[in-house]
């Protein structure tokens, strides 16, 4: 039996920084990662360059059951004190839209630099370790096919459900409830929806097309692009409404965010007489697009100049731009989601440490927690964040 002060379940990001962050404390850390290496879903994140954290990081920017929990380790762990660890290891990296920071080079680059921490830091990993079973007596003994250990304290950090392929289970929600946890019921985040019928057969047409707009569900709106597919509709927008959005539900697309529909229209009426509506919308949205749309919703003055077609007409082509509305069969589900919504709750776990309110010496931290980013970078900070506060404990 090999013991330590800390056995922590899982390399991912949150793992990782909560085993730096113990180990810099002298404790004794062991991290547990199933897969062959650690780190699996920072090395495939933001395209290949780690999207690892964002200048606007603010509570307001989570999903969660108890939207107030996030802030005490948010505030006390900041975008700004992992951007000095990344600056500490000469890591060149640029800002993108909205406050993203991505690494110039490669992920692998935050990577190196998280086991470079570990190292420093006395941390030992273990790749390729499955995990038996978690028991309980007077310390936590962890028996795995690595052989069994033993700890004071244990660090779950084992993610949630999203990208199977990248060794995702639910283990982490089975050991919450193992202790007694509540558990919220969890759904694929950040995630791009699907359609069937003739709105599938409309967004197979147009896959690879992208254009900008504002789409909504309920009081929840985003402004950005949107990005037709194969299989339904994708893009940023999306994938942040998707966070918010339940079955059933309709969204709503404004293909011309930042412009009066019914002014534009009727403006050109004025300025192009005659031309065609798909001639005078071909400045603003891709012309698959409008010839697409041309076809659901001005099929009957498809070739008529703008002269010739009455405003009321006008007007409501123009509604039909500003609030096209729609109902995504699902979404595609853990297979592609970046997050997972939902999971422990967090009610059971002090905001400042992470610890359990139910078994002294466990901690839950990072995704396998109620608590979701944005796209853009939130996550991840919620990773570096909520792993610092229990290695600063644990």
Known sequence: MTTADVIIIGGGA???MCAITAGNRGRRVIVLEGSNKIGKKILMSGGGRCNFTNLHCEPSRFVSDNPQFCI???TRYTQWDFIALVEKHGIPYHEKTAGQLFCDNSSKDIVSMLQKECDSAGVQILTHCAITSVVFEDRFTVSSNKGKFASESLVVASGGLSIPKMGASGF???????FGHKVLDTTAGLVPFTFTGAMHDLTGRLSGVSTAATVSTGEVAFTDDILFTHRGLSGP???QLS?????GDDVDIDLMPGTNAVDYLLGAKQTQPKALLRTALGALLPRALVTELQALLWPDVAETPLTEIADDTLHRIAGNLGHWTLKPAATE???TAEVTLGGVDTAELSSRTLESRRQPGLYFVGEVVDVTGHLGGFNFQWAWSSGWAAGQVA
């Open 14 to 16: 949150a793992g990782l």
């Open 72 to 74: 005490s380790a948010l």
């Open 172 to 178: 982490g929600y089975q050991l919450a409830r193992q």
């Open 237 to 239: 927008a999306i994938l």
């Open 243 to 247: 966070s918010y959005w339940s079955p």
């Open 333 to 335: 589900g853990y297979r």
